[in-house]
């Protein structure tokens, strides 16, 4: 992999740090007048999560992380391994429980989901933006109540639990935001 | 291209033109004269932590000037008496929310007067320009570099050793500090540690450590220790402006050169050669002086609010 200089650093630049691949998402130039410049850099852990900070002495290179974002369609889970297939290619790829983390709540087979590779292998999954659902679970519906008033909790058929409009009811399908979890509307004629 | 545009709004290019403006005018009253030197020399400085941008005018060799002191020195050493240069300066590597590799820079002497009267009459300067857009007073504070540092971190900046300041570099930033000089260590935790807790308002901060002194003259400090009588002046936190009460020794000036030069080839940095010119001058003599250099476009990213220099400047280089 090639270094990348503090100079090259941006916001979404992936690199190696400590073992791990992270993604910058911040980058500062900082440089009293007459000393010496660094960088103080936010970045994301892709294995945990976890946003640190670290100075560097700009002109300092780090290794770039070989990682990259993929279109892939979500196949099926076999108990162990979820399965995402390339869709030019059909190359099919298996993500560990801790790599789909909480995309999991949302999948439904053949979405179109971002995998991220870590040499080879899927380190992340990022659902869809919006995804259509049933509801399998919910108190009953309210007549009437259409608008506007009170919410409840409504499990969906991938076993995402979201607040939804007191008149819905099992069986009806559900516009959902995935980054938020939150209710768009229902969809029509499902 | 969608950067044909200036980054600027036309609203905040007429508050740069009437800061210019008001810049000029408050010197032309105080009948201190504008000198307009070149950007463009065959030499320029020899400082560490300071990149030149090289120019080759008749294909041969030059730079485009980090500030116009040495231009600036030699029409003191001239006998030009109180000046002041209001134009560009250019710094290689230099760009960022505070920084671009052009920049504007005010910078001007006051001959006989210390650093403590300049920095005066900097306070003035500063609380005029403030007036003329807000009604509340300007808040004005000053502090040893000493009693900043050590308020904060708890070290007596010119007594620690080196080993214990690296040991704090390490701490607030990373591995990468472990081996770093005494001056490095001290910007860094200055840098990441001292500025956030400064006071709002105007904050002068004098009596910088020896090690940084960069053209200004030493003394002892009043628990006897040696210190460079530069001052930094801050504005919200901000690195507003650098001055000194000026070297005027030639020697002294020749061995600061000499110091330069040999942590250039130590660092594997481009080699920059004394300036002649200025020795010359020195050789014949400089008035003893104060003088500061400061950075317009901060000033006026201040004034107006601005969170990047790129917004208060006609086109940044990201436009250029």
């Not at chain 2, 980054?7 to 009948?31: D, K, N, P, W």
């Not at chain 2, 080196?162 to 001056?183: C, F, T």
């Not at chain 2, 901060?205 to 030493?218: F, G, N, T, W």
Request: glycine share 8%; charged share 25%.
């Amino acid at each position: 992999m090639a270094n990348y200089s503090t100079n090259e650093f941006r916001s979404g630049l992936k690199l190696m740090l400590d073992g791990d691949p992270c993604s910058i998402l911040e980058n500062e130039f900082v440089k009293p007048g007459k000393g010496q410049a660094f960088n103080r850099v936010k970045l994301r852990n892709l294995k945990t999560g976890r946003v640190l900070e670290k100075t560097f002495k700009s002109g300092e290179s780090l290794e770039g992380a070989d990682v990259m974002d993929m279109d892939m369609q979500y196949l099926y889970n076999d108990g162990d391994f979820w399965y995402f297939m390339e869709p030019e290619s059909f190359e099919q790829h298996q993500a560990t429980e801790n790599a789909v983390g909480e995309a999991l709540q949302w999948l439904s087979e053949q979405d179109i989901c971002v995998v991220t590779l870590y040499n080879g292998s899927p380190l992340s999954v990022v659902p869809p933006n919006h995804v259509e659902l049933e509801i399998v679970e919910t108190d009953p519906g309210l007549r009437g109540d259409t608008a506007q008033g009170g919410s409840k909790p409504a499990k969906l058929v991938t076993g995402a639990t979201v607040k939804v409009p007191l008149f819905l009811d099992q069986g009806d399908v559900v516009k959902v935001d995935t980054r938020t979890g939150e209710y768009q509307g229902r969809v029509k004629d499902a | 291209m969608d950067n044909w545009q200036s980054g600027s709004s036309l609203a905040m290019l007429q508050g740069r033109a009437e800061l210019l403006l008001t810049l000029r005018q408050f010197f032309f009253q105080r009948s201190v004269m504008e000198v307009d030197v070149p950007v463009m020399a065959r030499s320029s400085v020899t400082d560490i932590n300071i990149e030149s941008i090289s120019a080759k005018p008749y294909g041969g060799s030059g730079y485009l000037q980090t500030s116009p002191e040495y231009f600036m020195k030699r029409l003191l050493c001239q006998g030009a008496g109180d000046i002041f240069c209001l134009g560009k300066a250019f710094r290689d590597g230099e760009q960022g929310c505070r920084h671009n590799p052009e920049f504007s820079l005010l910078e001007w002497y006051r001959c006989g007067w210390d650093e403590h009267q300049l920095m005066d009459e900097i306070a003035e300067l500063i609380s005029l320009v403030f007036a003329a857009r807000s009604s509340q007073p300007l808040a004005i504070a000053k502090c040893t570099y000493g009693n900043c540092f050590s308020q904060t971190l708890g070290i007596d900046p010119h007594g620690v050793d080196l080993a214990e300041l690296q040991e704090k570099a390490v701490a607030a930033s990373s591995e990468s500090w472990a081996g770093e000089s005494r001056a490095n260590c001290l910007d860094l935790l200055f840098s990441l540690l001292v500025e956030p807790q400064l006071p709002l308002g105007l904050v002068f901060v004098y009596d910088y450590p020896a090690c940084q002194s960069a053209l200004a003259q030493r003394h002892n400090n009043t628990q006897g220790q040696q210190v460079s009588r530069r001052f930094e002046v801050f504005l919200n936190g901000m690195e507003l402006a650098n001055g000194y009460f000026e070297l005027t020794d030639r020697a002294e000036q020749q061995q600061r050169f000499d110091e330069d030069i040999a942590q250039r080839v130590e660092a594997g940095k481009p080699q920059i050669s004394a300036d002649r010119h200025l020795l010359a001058a020195l050789e014949h003599g400089m008035p003893s002086c104060a003088g500061v250099a400061l950075g317009v476009d901060r000033l006026l990213m201040q004034l107006e609010g601005a969170d990047s220099i790129a917004q208060v400047m006609p086109f940044s280089w990201d436009r250029c």
